[in-house]
């Protein structure tokens, strides 16, 4: 069955250390990759997303994912964090097939406490 | 702000109560889907909707049901209430079947 796993539950950092969550999924065929951030109390909101081309991708407030196919990974980085990025990270995937549809896979979410 | 509506905000019903959750899309967007986030499950896709027609089943249980009107909001049904399905319930929007997808607020569903 595909699934997405996401190696650590929860992370505590203090700011400025550097961050790297990561991410592996599993389904052989092509897939299109996200990262979406959770604030307490808000909704999911998009970081950054891989659908082709390269493969170190850049998003929203400092962070990038570099997708390494032989791998099936895609990990999240951010050189320094703030304070304000405390928060819960999932990884999501929609694996591209025959049937053509949104539909994402999740992973089970980091939980990111950074300390100021 | 996403552009994705979701009401009722939090919804505190009895098991066996039926309730109705509504999600308007983003302006544009053609397709709606909805997840169920719990705390043993995680986010867990139940159903897309595009332009009127469903497009993809997932682990949606037969007491739950979805449509999509014509104006393109959406709405899903929950029957027979059970206390296990206390969850968070995301619906999301996209411009097609696989764009990025956008989020609303979530409606939070407690059944005692």
């Known amino acids: 069955a595909q699934s997405v796993s996401q190696h650590n539950h929860h992370v505590i950092l203090s700011e400025a250390a550097s961050l790297e969550l990561g991410c592996n999924y599993s389904?052989?065929?092509?897939?299109?990759l996200f990262w979406y951030v959770q604030y307490p109390g808000q909704h999911l909101q998009l970081l950054l997303k891989y659908f082709s081309g390269d493969p170190l991708v850049k998003g929203i407030k400092g962070f990038e994912a570099e997708f390494i196919k032989s791998k099936f990974s895609f990990n999240l980085r951010k050189p320094s964090v703030q304070w304000s990025d405390t928060a819960e990270y999932f990884c999501?995937?929609?694996?591209?097939?025959?049937?053509?549809?949104?539909?994402?896979?999740f992973g089970q979410g980091t939980t990111l406490q950074v300390k100021p | 702000d996403s552009g994705v509506t979701q009401t009722p905000k939090h919804l505190i019903t009895a098991t066996g109560q039926r309730v109705t959750l509504r999600c308007s899309p983003r302006s544009g967007d053609l397709s709606v889907y909805w997840y169920q986030q719990s705390l043993d499950q995680g986010l867990q896709f139940l159903i897309q909707?595009?332009?009127?027609?469903?497009?993809a089943k997932g682990n949606i249980l037969e007491r739950f049901s979805a449509q999509q009107f014509p104006d393109l909001h959406s709405e899903l049904n929950l029957s027979s209430l059970e206390l296990g399905d206390s969850a968070l319930y995301f619906c999301?929007?996209?411009?097609?079947?696989?764009?990025?997808?956008?989020f609303g607020p979530g409606t939070r569903l407690t059944v005692l």
């Open positions: 909707y595009y332009n009127g027609e469903e497009r």
């Open positions: 999501a995937v929609r694996p591209i097939g025959s049937s053509n549809t949104g539909k994402l896979i």
């Open positions: 389904y052989g065929g092509t897939v299109n």
């Open positions: 999301a929007s996209s411009t097609t079947v696989t764009d990025t997808q956008y």
